[in-house]
T-cell receptor, first 113, second 111 residues
Framework: NAGVTQTPKFQVLKTGQSMTLQCAQD?????MSWYRQDPGMGLRLIHY???????DQGEVPNGYNVSRSTTEDFPLRLLSAAPSQTSVYFC????????????FGSGTRLTVV | RKEVEQDPGPFNVPEGATVAFNCTYS??????FFWYRQDCRKEPKLLMS???SGNEDGRFTAQLNRASQYISLLIRDSKLSDSATYLC????????????FGKGTSLLVTP
């Protein structure tokens, strides 16, 4: 099994550009989340989903959109990139969350110049 | 108060030592607790879930004290390969099963 696959692994954007970070899982997990990790900040939740068609905001949702049209895919869209969005982005999925934890993708390292 | 707090370390210990990490959480309604391990520039990986009765996985022992809202991780007989950052993780009780992460405790095991 591939687990959680994120693409691209690295990306450089110019301020104001938009892009979509892809996330796909092949474990039939209902729960999926996007986190960003910045030095000294720990992982912070951007958006999450508890099933196809259901999404909700995390603690740092501004500047990001998500949708969940299938169980497998949970893309994260940057609407108009800003230097403050330079970060490492992790997608994660879980069977149920409780006591199972989440499996993480290998991350996307994004730089906005 | 931050939702999950950890001592950032770093903890520098010799091989074979026993080391303990502590973590506190602020939301008494949280139900799920985990320790994750993160190697430099890699994704977090689940080390173990934490149960109220305490649980052990080889050299690793996790404890949960709900009354004190306190979680611990004990590593016995440290190996060089244990060097990593250890993340204390608690579910967000008010938003399904999304997670709150501590900032992590850095461990360096030296020869």
């Amino acid at each position: 099994n591939a687990g959680v696959t994120q693409t691209p692994k690295f990306q450089v954007l110019k301020t104001g550009q938009s892009m979509t970070l892809q996330c796909a899982q092949d474990m039939n997990h209902e729960y999926m989340s996007w986190y960003r990790q910045d030095p000294g900040m720990g992982l912070r939740l951007i958006h999450y989903s508890v099933g196809a068609g259901i999404t909700d905001q995390g603690e740092v949702p501004n500047g990001y959109n998500v949708s969940r049209s299938t169980t497998e895919d949970f893309p994260l869209r940057l609407l108009s990139a800003a230097p403050s969005q330079t970060s490492v982005y992790f997608c994660a999925s879980s069977y149920s969350g409780t006591n199972y934890g989440y499996t993480f993708g290998s991350g996307t390292r994004l730089t906005v110049v | 108060r931050k939702e999950v707090e950890q001592d950032p370390g770093p903890f520098n210990v010799p091989e074979g030592a026993t080391v303990a990490f502590n973590c506190t959480y602020s939301n008494s309604a949280s139900q799920s607790f985990f320790w994750y391990r993160q190697d430099c520039r890699k994704e977090p990986k689940l080390l173990m879930s934490v149960y109220s009765s305490g649980n052990e996985d080889g050299r690793f022992t996790a404890q949960l004290n709900r009354a004190s809202q306190y979680i611990s991780l004990l590593i016995r007989d440290s190996k060089l390969s244990d060097s990593a950052t250890y993340l204390c993780v608690v579910n967000k009780a008010d938003s399904g099963y999304a997670l709150n992460f501590g900032k992590g405790t850095s461990l360096l095991v030296t020869p």
